[in-house]
């Protein structure tokens, strides 16, 4: 029995309002108590380590995590992703992991650049979208505009449910087209306050406006939306409260429920005889006092029980998994059972690694949790000579985090580091020296990209006797073609059409 899991996340570009809204999903969720909680909680957390300073100053979240709440029978799980575009790489990874999404939307600026690029991420695995159109309590763009940008920009039908009774200034609350009530706005704070007001009288303008977003627009169709043709689209205001309901009951009543999910040519459904998940994300010292790690796993199939000895993929042996955790939003709690669609944290020491695949019968491996080649590539240069050794620990562990990726060159001893992002990189000194104590600097490096390579053992040997200057090895000690440049690459594609250059890395 699954059917009652919604594992989901909240797709945005930054100040869209997607921490406004997660606050809201959890109240409402009774998963919290006080709105509020979770960025009072994000900066006690933050205060605890020197580059977490990086969040604060640049209002962005760096860590992402799983809250899990439940309401009328549900449990939902929603995966934050960090909103940052620096972050992409591990937000992508984070999108492989959920079975739907609401992407919020400013009204007053549409389709910004980062909505869309999750949007992308969301689409190449069908993942099925609910719009949620922000901030009507404030002057907004109008509706209908809105409605069209979504359509045209990402090329989706789109079915609106619900719309604004004006905004900004004459804003008078949200009207809902499947239970024809309205929520209007109460008391000094304008909030909206929980009761729906039946059969409303509105502004003639509002329900001209109403009748014509209902005729304009396909009806909703479930398999439409669940095959990521098509969305449903809520207006209303996270701050002010409205709208936020209709998004549970959304989730819940539509999202699909934990999905199969792709091993090699097999696809393994949610009702297996058999615990299987994987990993999406490692976070390393969630407190710097203990030096954890979780691991953030996804269950695909089985019920997982505390204890349970599984198999991870990259360890070929089974471990015991004693005291996982889940995810609830107050705080961390203790997992005893856990089903498809659930994320559970599984404290280690550096045994799981992202992509790796957990089961009983260690017989399957999914597919599909990429790496992706790196766009910046520097040279990390230690400040005090005899530090080596912490720093490679410390490289290791935040390549298993996702923060970065490591290479070292087979030839010379300067290790290099690549990232898709610039922000990374000053997480990465930071952090170097609040938690591993390591004073580190980055230099230009040669290499522009890279390239893992792939293919018969003969051309492979070959490869590497000439190239050896431009060759490295990743965390794994797979090995990886070091390219100065696009056209560098392009050059040895042709010069060696036995191998393959692949420029995500599936694990
Ligand atoms: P995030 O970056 O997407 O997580 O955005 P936040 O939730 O932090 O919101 C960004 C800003 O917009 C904050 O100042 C919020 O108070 C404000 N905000 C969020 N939702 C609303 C809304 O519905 N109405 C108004 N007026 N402001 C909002």
């Known amino acids: 029995m699954?059917?009652?899991?919604?594992?989901?996340?909240?797709i945005s570009h930054p100040d869209a309002g997607k921490t406004t809204l997660t606050e809201k999903l959890l109240l409402q969720g009774g998963a919290i108590h006080l709105a509020g909680q979770v960025k009072a909680r994000g900066q006690a957390r933050r205060a605890r380590s020197d580059w977490m300073k990086i969040e604060q100053q640049r209002g962005i979240s760096v860590t992402s995590s799983v809250m899990t709440f439940e309401r009328d029978g549900v449990t939902f799980n929603l995966l934050d992703t960090p909103g940052h575009e620096d972050f992409s790489e591990d937000t992508y990874r984070t999108l492989t992991a959920v079975d739907s999404a609401i992407m919020v939307i400013d009204a007053a600026k549409g389709i910004e650049p980062q909505t869309r690029k999750l949007f992308e991420v969301c689409r190449l695995r069908s993942v099925p979208i609910i719009t949620f159109i922000n901030k009507v309590d404030r002057e907004g763009r109008p509706g209908f505009e809105l409605l069209d940008e979504v359509a045209d920009m990402l090329a989706l039908d789109v079915s609106p449910q619900s719309w604004p009774v004006g905004m900004g200034g004459r804003f008078e609350g949200v009207f809902d087209f499947a239970s024809n009530t309205v929520s209007r706005p109460e008391g000094g704070s304008r909030e909206f306050l929980g009761k729906r007001e039946d059969d409303p009288s509105l502004p003639e303008e509002s329900a001209e406006e109403i009748e014509l977003a209902k005729i304009g627009y396909p009806e909703f169709d479930e398999e439409a939306y669940r095959n990521g043709d098509l969305t449903p689209v809520y207006f209303g205001s996270a701050l002010k409260n409205f709208g936020?309901?209709?998004?549970?009951?959304?989730?819940?009543?539509?999202a699909p429920p934990p999905r199969a999910q792709p091993?090699?040519?097999?696809?393994?459904?949610?009702?297996?005889?058999?615990?299987?998940g994987f990993i999406f994300k490692v976070q390393a010292n969630m407190d710097p006092q203990h030096r954890d790690r979780i691991a953030f796993m996804r269950m695909v199939s089985g019920t997982f029980k505390r204890g349970m000895k599984l198999t991870p993929s990259g360890l070929g042996?089974?471990?015991?998994?004693?005291?996982?955790i889940l995810f609830f939003a107050q705080d961390r709690e203790i997992a005893d059972t856990a089903e498809a669609g659930d994320i559970i944290g599984i404290p280690n020491h550096g045994t799981l690694r992202v992509g790796d695949t957990l089961s009983e019968k260690n017989q399957i491996r999914f597919t599909g949790l990429p790496n992706f080649a790196p766009e910046i590539l520097r040279r990390v240069k230690l400040k005090d000579p005899t530090k080596t050794k912490q720093l490679r620990k410390a490289l290791d562990d935040l390549s298993e985090?996702?923060?970065?990726?490591?290479?070292?060159p087979e030839i010379g001893g300067q290790w290099i580091i690549g990232v898709v992002g610039q922000l990374q990189l000053e997480v990465l000194v930071d952090r170097l020296a609040a938690e591993y104590k390591v004073e580190a600097m980055l230099e230009a490096s040669p290499f522009s990209t890279a390239r893992w390579i792939a293919g018969p053992e003969a051309a492979m040997k070959d490869f590497e006797q000439f190239n050896r200057a431009n060759l490295a090895k990743d965390r794994d000690g797979d090995l990886v073609f070091m390219a100065k440049s696009a056209w560098d690459v392009g050059y040895q594609e042709e010069k060696n059409k036995d191998l393959t250059f692949s420029a995500t890395k599936e694990r």
């Open 401 to 408: 985090e996702g923060v970065i990726q490591v290479f070292y």
């Open 244 to 254: 936020v309901t209709e998004m549970i009951e959304a989730i819940a009543a539509h």
């Open 317 to 324: 042996k089974p471990i015991a998994i004693h005291s996982p």
């Open 263 to 276: 091993a090699g040519d097999e696809q393994i459904s949610p009702d297996r005889d058999e615990v299987t």
């Open 2 to 10: 699954t059917s009652n899991r919604r594992t989901f996340a909240i």
